[in-house]
């Protein structure tokens, strides 16, 4: 029953004509990630991000990863990481609900496969380092890739045990990892980290940051020079090392990383971290887009990380572990494979047609949009399309729209305004601070509360979108714009 399983409400939409404005003419004003669309990107690297929602902005909005927290043992301390809670690295600060044997992590797997057929990555990313017990990490790599071939393996490490597990990792086909790395400099870097464990000894100060920035360097080089690819990710640290990641971004793209992730600092004193407990603030979301500016387009950068749980199931930005508890798995859970290959025939489709349609829209945001960037929010549940109510929205896309294109900037967090059929007031102050510095809204659907209340705080709230692609919303609403506020019409 194909149609049962295939998660339409991310894909279908209305169908409606592109506005006249919008047709004709050509650019590569997309939103995908400019890396993942370089011309000059390899065949086989292609094929080997094409449907990894990290490694590749477009895909995220199509493509599924299931984190299984099978790595509880951590062999270093950072200071913006307490235990009890996820791994900072790939998540947010929260307690991982259930730790899980490999045996239970494949079921989960495969559980989860037979349900969403856009599951594409398995990832190991804690709720401690995955290769402080590389045993289980691998135990359960080894099993999926006997279980699930056509699974993507990727893996998530501090660095410090890397360099004595690349064998292991290219053996077991695991193509994607990715290491934290928050400084390249040892005085920096004794600032994020209180001890390490190494050579069967705890190590502490800027000796302990020497041998993991070694090790950590001499892991990379030796990924890419095995063929893996390799993501960096760095947490932003407002006045430690905020302006030292220039430095740690040439140094990683020097020794062949594919990406560099760049995220903020969560600091929360509940977490009961060193950071959160003595005051340490993270960065502004301008202060982060600041400095993403600042590395410019040559810099790699992932912008769309949502910082996930270990236990993380869904479309980033979602998550939804709850209903995958060990209790309500099935013993032998089975995978649609026919299902699983329809899904991504219509994904096919899907992106062939949204690159057409982004196509369109440039050459209107070309026509009418400012010369300034300006931001716009989106509201979005997948498929790449403004289909998500305002009301619904637990985080916002952003875009940059000048008359130069568009470009996808990051996303803001927020909390869902509408409670069984209400809204929530204070929720929409919250949403209002979290988008500060945007222009306009665009979203499935808004109440009439609230957009008078968006209105009162000056965003242009716009949601006769008809579920169009973001690009094609975008167009819309610059067009619409032009003839309501007389906004000066630039010749393409
Ligand atoms: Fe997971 Fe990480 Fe693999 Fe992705 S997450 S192990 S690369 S499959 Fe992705 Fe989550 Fe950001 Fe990590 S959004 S925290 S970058
Ligand atoms: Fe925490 Fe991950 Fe750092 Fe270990 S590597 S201390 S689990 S953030």
């Known amino acids: 029953?194909?149609?049962?399983?295939?998660?339409?409400?991310?894909?279908?939409?209305?169908?409606?004509?592109?506005?006249?404005?919008?047709?004709?003419?050509?650019?590569?004003?997309?939103?995908?990630?400019?890396?993942?669309?370089?011309?000059?990107?390899?065949?086989?690297?292609?094929?080997?991000?094409?449907?990894?929602?990290?490694?590749?902005?477009?895909?995220?909005?199509?493509?599924?990863?299931?984190?299984?927290?099978?790595?509880?043992?951590?062999?270093?301390?950072?200071?913006?990481?307490?235990?009890?809670?996820?791994?900072?690295?790939?998540?947010?600060?929260?307690?991982?609900?259930?730790?899980?044997?490999?045996?239970?992590?494949?079921?989960?797997?495969?559980?989860?496969a037979a349900a969403m057929p856009n599951l594409s990555v398995v990832g190991i990313a804690g709720p401690g380092d995955a290769l402080a017990d590389h045993k289980r990490t691998f135990e359960t790599f080894r099993m999926l890739r006997e279980t699930m071939p056509e699974l993507t393996l990727c893996l998530s490490t501090?660095?410090?045990?890397?360099?004595?597990?690349?064998?292991?990792?290219?053996?077991?086909?695991?193509?994607h990892v990715t290491v934290t790395m928050n400084a390249i400099d040892p005085e920096i870097a004794s600032k994020i980290y209180a001890w390490i464990f190494f050579g069967h000894e705890r190590r502490t100060g800027v000796e302990a940051s020497r041998i993991l920035i070694e090790r950590q360097l001499q892991g990379i080089s030796m990924l890419t020079e095995a063929g893996v690819l390799v993501k960096v990710n760095s947490v932003m640290i407002?006045?430690?090392?905020?302006?030292?990641?220039?430095?740690?971004?040439?140094?990683?793209?020097?020794?062949?990383a594919f990406l560099h992730n760049i995220m903020p600092l969560i600091s929360d004193p509940a977490h009961g971290t060193h950071f959160g407990l003595t005051g340490q603030r993270g960065p502004t979301p301008a202060e982060l887009k600041e400095l993403q500016d600042h590395l410019g387009s040559d810099a790699k950068l992932m912008k769309h990380c949502r910082q996930c749980r270990a236990?993380?199931?869904?479309?980033?930005?979602?998550?939804?572990?709850?209903?995958?508890?060990?209790?309500?798995?099935?013993?032998?859970?089975?995978?649609?494979?026919?299902?699983r290959r329809a899904y991504r025939a219509i994904v096919d489709r899907e992106r062939e047609d949204r690159r057409r349609e982004a196509a369109d829209a440039a050459a209107a945001v070309r026509q009418y949009a400012p010369e300034e960037p300006i931001l716009v929010a989106i509201t979005s549940k997948g498929g790449g399309r403004?289909?998500?109510?305002?009301?619904?929205?637990?985080?916002?896309?952003?875009?940059?729209?000048?008359?130069?294109?568009?470009?996808?900037?990051?996303?803001?967090?927020?909390?869902?305004?509408?409670?069984?059929?209400?809204?929530?007031?204070?929720?929409?102050?919250?949403?209002?601070?979290?988008?500060?510095?945007?222009?306009?809204?665009?979203?499935?659907?808004?109440?009439?509360?609230?957009?008078?209340?968006?209105?009162?705080?000056?965003?242009?709230?716009?949601?006769?979108?008809?579920?169009?692609?973001?690009?094609?919303?975008?167009?819309?609403?610059?067009?619409?714009?032009?003839?309501?506020?007389?906004?000066?019409?630039?010749?393409?």
């Not at 236990?311 to 494979?337: N, R, S």
């Open 386 to 492: 403004v289909n998500q109510h305002f009301g619904h929205a637990k985080e916002f896309q952003i875009f940059e729209v000048s008359s130069n294109g568009t470009r996808f900037v990051g996303h803001r967090r927020a909390d869902r305004y509408c409670r069984g059929g209400e809204g929530e007031e204070d929720v929409l102050d919250l949403t209002i601070a979290a988008l500060e510095g945007v222009t306009a809204i665009l979203t499935a659907k808004v109440g009439r509360c609230p957009r008078q209340r968006l209105a009162e705080a000056g965003f242009d709230v716009f949601d006769d979108v008809g579920l169009d692609y973001i690009e094609t919303a975008i167009a819309r609403w610059l067009v619409e714009r032009a003839s309501e506020h007389g906004v000066a019409v630039r010749s393409a």
């Open 311 to 339: 236990d993380a199931v869904g479309l980033l930005g979602e998550d939804k572990g709850q209903e995958f508890g060990l209790d309500l798995l099935p013993e032998e859970p089975q995978v649609d494979g026919e299902a």
């Open 238 to 256: 407002p006045g430690v090392n905020d302006h030292h990641l220039e430095e740690v971004n040439a140094e990683v793209k020097r020794r062949g």
């Open 1 to 112: 029953m194909v149609q049962k399983v295939i998660p339409l409400d991310v894909i279908s939409r209305v169908p409606r004509p592109s506005p006249e404005q919008s047709s004709g003419g050509c650019s590569s004003g997309g939103c995908s990630s400019a890396v993942a669309k370089s011309p000059d990107l390899p065949e086989h690297i292609r094929e080997k991000i094409k449907e990894h929602p990290c490694y590749n902005e477009d895909a995220h909005h199509f493509f599924s990863r299931i984190h299984v927290a099978v790595a509880p043992a951590c062999n270093i301390q950072c200071n913006y990481c307490n235990r009890k809670y996820d791994c900072s690295n790939e998540s947010r600060p929260g307690v991982v609900s259930e730790r899980l044997t490999p045996d239970d992590a494949v079921r989960k797997v495969k559980a989860v």
């Open 158 to 175: 501090n660095g410090l045990a890397l360099p004595d597990h690349v064998e292991t990792i290219r053996e077991l086909g695991i193509h």
